[in-house]
């Protein structure tokens, strides 16, 4: 086993790689480059503080109560002999928060769209796990131990948790059982071809599995506010709602963004942050909250479940004449993100690919199901799955190989979505399909002892070699980055420089797409300063808007860009001045500044020396808007698209899956970090090919099944294949940030795809569901 002092070695050794004698070699300066990220030391050593090691005087504990049913109405709560236990401060329900419009206690609801989730529940209960009430007490077991004496009259009513009966189910909520109905229409309805291929899809419930658990601190403030310090991946808007939610102004709540363990969706449910801050202000003492694995699955948010019905309609040589399609959300008990993420699902519906007629009905409803929400890719990964598998059968119906009826089909810069916008960002699809094909396909196993590993099941399995069948799969895909149908995408940034150093004040989350590492970059380049520090992000500073969607390399970072620039047309402009030129005939490169002619030449240190210069900026992209009742609009700012092959080996016997390597292409507008994208693109991978082959977080009669790291299957380093990148496409989007691409969602929207469709070429089969079951790659 390697230790801590081996792993800090290798990253000693790593950042100061190709040195000489006499010393390591300086770290790589500035964009296009790839520097270690400041955090990688202490997360490899275990000394990165994260919200579950805070601590705080006079420290209280919290715990919640949360339901044992998926729908029930409550009859009555008693807390009294929870309250009666031994150290014990505090006990909350949704009476203790702010009543609703008619007086009445309605959990103060709220939500990222719509405000439909209470708090903690008020009279009825919508999903398994639904927080009721809290404690907090002196020591953690007491308030686990509290927990279990608070009594609550439950009455179990009929949960609805298949999302097809959801439309004729009486209302499980005020606000009915439909999210959003979308409807696309495009072209002619009565346009046909000559070869027709449908097929029904299923793709499951996939839960984000953080690193860490939630956590957290509330300190109460003496102004009769609040200080929140969380894992949280958008400060200002879980401020603003928390603080509704206790209805206090938005000033009177600090939240500091403590130790982000990693995120591929929002960090936590906003019930946690409002419970852990009522009990603050409840106790006037400082409360923690450390939640365990299996209370972690029930408070955030999960990946869509979906069911997809298809039928393409192409000519003889397979040329897309028609698309219909209904697509079926399961939102859950909560609206969270499901009308957004409808809007990418019918978008998004015919993927990267060229189609006049288009006709779509897509819904978003309500169950008693966990709630779905916010995870990379929403919307776009389940209709990727669907057409993509589509494309494979109407390739196997022409007699043309997977690579080619997608060539045929592809989309190109200008040409519209079926929505009717135009792409008018770089949409190398060919390109990318070119170059996955044309790298050379991985050995075969080879049959001895010493390779035993590499047969699905490894060592020592029950397989037989002879029964192991190879598949190669292909899959494309896109992702819309930013916000979408008329959000306002905004960020602010602060730059300031004082001597030899800068400092960068933007309040946009590192939640491990490095974020920190590019905002450092980008002043170097600007301003050739090597010293750049980040400042922790917190509610205080000006807005930057949630990490999501990729939005903060394009929005954050032309925030951090524009003050920089103004920064330097700071520093250069009383040189230029003294020289007689213009500011715009100096550059800083290497850390000097020289003139046009070669003239000037001056370290920029020597120029900042005494001085102090700061500028603060904005950034918003061009807006979008809502898509009109046809399914038409202008909705997203910029798309992202990726291709992979996928190179499994499948026990036909047991139904034994082994993914040997996935190669990928991806369009990354312009690789600002070349090391970083390629570790988010094999992260995207990892994550997708866990969506296709176990990871399934399932419910019976709407009650989670598996809420554990040992349910709830994840793939080990033994499961993640080899990952070639095969092109990183550098054709630069004109309105992005230094014409940058997102990159960490794409790989995980197509990644499952390619892996399906490996598994189909392995055993002939139909294939029609995500995760990929035994059962389902049995032939013998």
Same mark, same amino acid.
């Given at each position: ?140 077991? @007491? ?576 499961? @993640? ?60």
């Amino acid at each position: 086993m390697t230790s801590p002092t081996d792993i800090g070695a290798a990253l000693q050794q790593d950042a100061g790689e190709g040195a000489g004698e006499g010393g390591a070699a300086p770290e790589p300066f500035g964009l296009g480059s790839s520097p270690l990220r400041s955090d990688a030391l202490p997360k490899a050593l275990g000394i990165y503080p994260y919200a579950a090691d805070l601590w705080a005087e006079g420290l209280l504990w919290g715990a919640v109560l949360r339901s044992p049913h998926p729908h029930a109405r409550i009859r009555g709560i008693d807390t009294s002999a929870a309250l009666a236990l031994p150290g014990v401060h505090a006990v909350v329900t949704a009476a203790d928060l702010p009543p609703g419009p008619d007086g009445l206690p309605d959990g103060a609801p709220a939500g990222p769209i719509v405000a439909d989730r209470p708090v903690l529940a008020a009279g009825v209960v919508r999903h398994h796990g639904e927080p009721i009430a809290a404690v907090a007490a002196d020591h953690p077991d @007491t308030a686990r131990l509290a927990v279990g004496l608070i009594a609550v009259d439950y009455e179990p009513l009929e949960a609805v948790t298949d999302p097809e009966q959801s439309f004729t189910a009486p209302a499980l909520h005020p606000d009915g059982n439909l999210f959003r109905h979308l409807p696309l229409r495009t072209g002619d309805p009565d346009a046909a071809g000559e070869i027709i291929v449908e097929g029904l899809y299923q793709v499951g419930r996939q839960d984000p599995a953080p690193l860490g658990a939630e956590a957290g601190l509330a300190v109460p403030r003496p102004d009769g506010g609040v200080e929140l310090h969380l894992s949280s991946t958008d400060p200002h808007g879980d401020r603003d709602r928390t603080a509704a939610c206790l209805g206090l102004e938005p000033d009177r709540v600090r939240l500091v963004v403590t130790g982000v363990p990693g995120a591929t969706t929002d960090r936590e449910d906003l019930s946690f942050q409002v419970t852990l801050a009522l009990l603050a202000l409840r106790t006037g003492r400082p409360v923690k909250m450390t939640l365990t694995r299996e209370e972690s699955f029930h408070t955030h948010t999960s990946r869509h479940p979906a069911l997809l019905r298809y039928r393409h309609h192409a000519d003889a040589d397979g040329t897309l004449v028609k698309v219909e399609a209904q697509i079926l959300l399961d939102g859950g008990a909560y609206a969270d993100v499901s009308a957004e993420a409808l809007a990418a699902a019918t978008a998004f519906s015919v993927g990267p690919y060229v189609c006049p007629n288009v006709f779509v009905d897509a819904w978003a409803v309500r169950t008693n199901n966990p709630p779905a929400g916010r995870m990379r890719g929403e919307g776009a990964l389940q209709a990727c799955f669907a057409y993509e598998s589509q494309l494979d059968q109407l390739a196997a119906r022409v007699g043309v190989d997977p690579v080619e009826i997608r060539r045929r089909n592809a989309m190109s810069t200008g040409d519209p979505l079926p929505t009717g916008q135009a792409v008018t960002c770089p949409a190398p699809v060919k390109a990318l399909l070119d170059a996955v094909a044309a790298e050379p396909l991985p050995a075969l196993p080879v049959d001895d002892p010493d390779a035993e590993w590499l047969l699905p099941g490894g060592p020592g399995g029950a397989g037989d070699p002879a029964a192991v069948r190879r598949g190669i799969g292909y899959a494309v895909g896109m992702v819309h980055m930013l916000g979408a149908e008329g959000e306002d995408e905004v960020s602010t940034a602060t730059v300031r420089v004082s001597g030899d150093h800068a400092t960068v004040i933007c309040a946009a989350v590192d939640a491990g797409q490095g974020f920190a590492t590019l905002a450092r970059q980008i002043v170097q380049t600007v301003l050739g300063v090597s010293e750049v520090y980040i400042a922790p992000a917190d509610s205080d500073q000006s807005i930057a808007g949630p990490a999501a969607r990729g939005r903060h390399t394009w929005v954050s970072g032309g925030a951090v860009e524009r003050a920089a620039l103004m920064v330097r047309h700071q520093l250069l402009q009383p040189i230029a001045a003294n020289f007689g030129m213009s500011v715009e005939l100096l550059q800083i490169a290497d850390g000097k500044i020289t003139s046009y002619d070669g003239v000037l030449g001056m370290p920029v240190a020597e120029a900042l020396e005494g001085k102090e210069l700061w500028a603060t900026a904005q950034c918003r992209p061009h807006p979008t808007e809502p898509l009109d009742e046809s399914g038409h609009g202008d909705a997203f700012v910029s798309i992202s698209f990726c291709a992979m092959r996928a190179v499994v080996d499948v026990d036909i016997e047991l139904g034994a899956v082994r993914v040997v390597e996935m190669t990928v292409a991806q369009d990354v507008g312009r690789a600002l970090n070349p090391r970083q994208i390629e570790d988010r693109i094999e992260a995207g991978v990892a994550q997708g090919v866990g969506l296709a082959l176990m990871e399934d977080l399932q419910t019976t009669g709407g009650v989670l099944g598996n809420p554990s790291l040992t349910g709830y299957r994840l793939p080990t380093s033994l499961d @993640t294949p080899e990952v070639r990148i095969a092109a990183l496409l550098e054709e630069r989007d004109v309105v992005a940030t230094f014409g940058a691409k997102a990159v960490s969602a794409v790989p995980a929207v197509v990644a499952p795809s390619a892996v399906a469709a490996a598994v189909r070429a392995a055993t002939g089969l139909p294939v029609g569901r995500l995760p990929i079951r035994a059962e389902d790659a049995v032939t013998a």
